[in-house]
T-cell receptor, first 114, second 115 residues
Framework: DAGVTQSPTHLIKTRGQHVTLRCSPISGHKSVSWYQQVLGQGPQFIFQYYEKEERGRGNFPDRFSARQFPNYSSELNVNALLLGDSALYLCASSLVQVVANEQFFGPGTRLTVL | AQKVTQAQTEISVVEKEDVTLDCVYE???????LFWYKQPPSGELVFLIRRNSFDEQNEISGRYSWNFQKSTSSFNFTITASQVVDSAVYFCALSEARGNNRLAFGKGNQVVVIP
């Protein structure tokens, strides 16, 4: 079975632009979470979606938004990009939204903002 | 609020030596889970181990073992007989019952295994 997939793998944007990152969870998984990992730091939680509804949001500005589709895939959108948005964006999927549920991570999308 | 602290250091060991990584956490929940993840140079986070707050029994899984002590809020992780393939960044993470399965990560430990 395929693991979590993310696209694109790398992306270069300039300040002020908009970006859309995509994630496909493991088949059968209904929960998707997004994390931002700045170089040299641990991942920071951005969003969690379960059954197409937002179930959690981290401490990120409104420039960040996301959604989950009927097939449980997800998009992360970032508007008005800043240099500080340069990071590895990780998507994780889990079977259900339960605290003990193991989260499976994708390879990430590396975003560079110039 | 949940918080995880790892002394952000680069740890170098010679192959076959043991390496222990320290993790201290903060939480107000009585129900929580602790995790260790490995991030190789490829970037993908790989799940290693999970422990719930009600089970302080320390275990060994292959070359991995962990020491969970609620009294000191620590969840230390040991790799026995390290191998070059163990070279990676290791993250400790906490998930609280109130936060569903949102993970709070520490800053990570870079482990370098020298052949």
């Amino acid at each position: 079975d395929a693991g979590v997939t993310q696209s694109p793998t790398h992306l270069i944007k300039t300040r002020g632009q908009h970006v859309t990152l995509r994630c496909s969870p493991i088949s059968g998984h209904k929960s998707v979470s997004w994390y931002q990992q700045v170089l040299g730091q641990g991942p920071q939680f951005i969003f969690q979606y379960y059954e197409k509804e937002e179930r959690g949001r981290g401490n990120f500005p409104d420039r960040f938004s996301a959604r989950q589709f009927p097939n449980y895939s997800s998009e992360l959108n970032v508007n008005a990009l800043l240099l500080g948005d340069s990071a590895l964006y990780l998507c994780a999927s889990s079977l259900v939204q339960v605290v003990a549920n193991e989260q499976f991570f994708g390879p990430g999308t590396r975003l560079t903002v110039l | 609020a949940q918080k995880v602290t790892q002394a952000q250091t680069e740890i170098s060991v010679v192959e076959k030596e043991d390496v222990t990584l320290d993790c201290v956490y903060e939480t107000r929940d009585t129900t929580y889970y602790l995790f260790w993840y490995k991030q190789p140079p490829s970037g993908e986070l790989v799940f290693l181990i999970r422990r719930n707050s009600f089970d302080e029994q320390n275990e060994i899984s292959g070359r991995y073992s962990w020491n969970f002590q609620k009294s000191t809020s620590s969840f230390n992780f040991t790799i026995t007989a390290s191998q070059v393939v163990d070279s990676a960044v290791y993250f400790c993470a906490l998930s609280e019952a109130r936060g569903n399965n949102r993970l709070a990560f520490g800053k990570g430990n870079q482990v370098v295994v020298i052949p």
